[in-house]
């Protein structure tokens, strides 16, 4: 099975310089994009940074030379944007673009039905739109090329509904599902797909969500575990508790799950 081979021909001794010189990081300016394209660099990949803030996003590069031998290239677009979401499409043409982290994403907490529907729509546009825009567009340029990787995040809240975050999971179960389908469609092209479901993690996310963590990982943990499971396995939960709360709530009806999870997150927003 050539999908198979592909695989573990990544990880002979390149890992992930195997999928090219160039990965894109949406979401880059922090958290848990930051920590994948820090990563990535470690690792001798050229990064390109997506995010809204282009001061923000030229430190991190800045930073990220100085600590890797690296080139790096700075794309600032609102992704919740039409033309944002392709502009990044547009500005990497001339790059020999190998990965797509797709890790940009806002959140929210609290009751859907007293939350302004701007918002939502916002972070629908951000946390689907955007991402199925990029995965279409990435993930055409790396059949063409015969090898590529596309690193989906999703969240442990996309496995069943979440109520006080009922859209947020919503989105999420979005990209879980995006990322189990297509990994079987490309099994046989060489491109590699993962969804990576991390629980609680510190980052600036958490603090915009109103949610507060006692068992978080750090972003540094969620990308070294997703990049490693790349070619691996179709999908990875990063953290303790991520893996605690999948495997002790799998066996129950969705029904159960969602009303467990509801009482989880009623604890972990202010």
Not at 90 to 99: E, K, P, Q, Y
Not at 100 to 116: D, K, M, R
Not at 214 to 240: D, H, K
Request: charged residues 20%.
């Amino acid at each position: 099975h050539s999908g198979a081979m592909n695989a573990s021909r990544s990880h002979s001794g390149q890992g992930v310089r195997a999928y090219g010189p160039w990965a894109v990081v949406t979401g880059a300016s922090s958290g848990i994009g930051r920590a994948m394209a820090e990563h990535l660099a470690r690792e001798g990949v050229n990064v390109v940074l997506v995010a809204r803030r282009r001061d923000v996003l030229e430190s991190v590069a800045a930073t990220i030379r100085a600590a890797s031998a690296v080139d790096t290239r700075v794309i600032a677009e609102d992704l919740s944007t039409m033309d944002g979401a392709t502009a990044v499409l547009d500005a990497t043409r001339d790059l020999d673009v190998g990965l797509l982290v797709a890790a940009a994403g806002v959140g929210t907490s609290g009751p859907l039905l007293s939350a302004p529907l701007d918002v939502e729509l916002q972070m629908l546009d951000l946390n689907c739109r955007a991402l199925l825009v990029h995965t279409h567009g990435f993930g055409r340029r790396f059949v063409e090329r015969g090898r590529g990787g596309l690193v989906l995040m999703a969240s442990l809240v996309g496995f069943q509904g979440v109520p006080y975050a009922a859209h947020y999971s919503a989105t999420k179960a979005y990209v879980q599902s995006l990322a189990e389908a297509l990994r079987v469609e490309l099994a046989d092209t060489g491109v590699d797909v993962i969804a990576s479901a991390p629980g609680p993690v510190h980052t600036e996310f958490a603090e915009r969500a109103g949610m507060h963590f006692s068992a978080a990982v750090s972003p540094a943990q969620v990308a070294r575990a997703t990049l490693q499971a790349l070619g691996r396995r179709s999908a990875v939960t990063p953290g303790f508790l991520s893996k605690v709360l999948t495997y002790s709530l799998a066996p129950l009806p969705r029904s159960i799950r969602t009303r467990i999870m509801g009482r989880v997150m009623r604890s972990m927003t202010h």
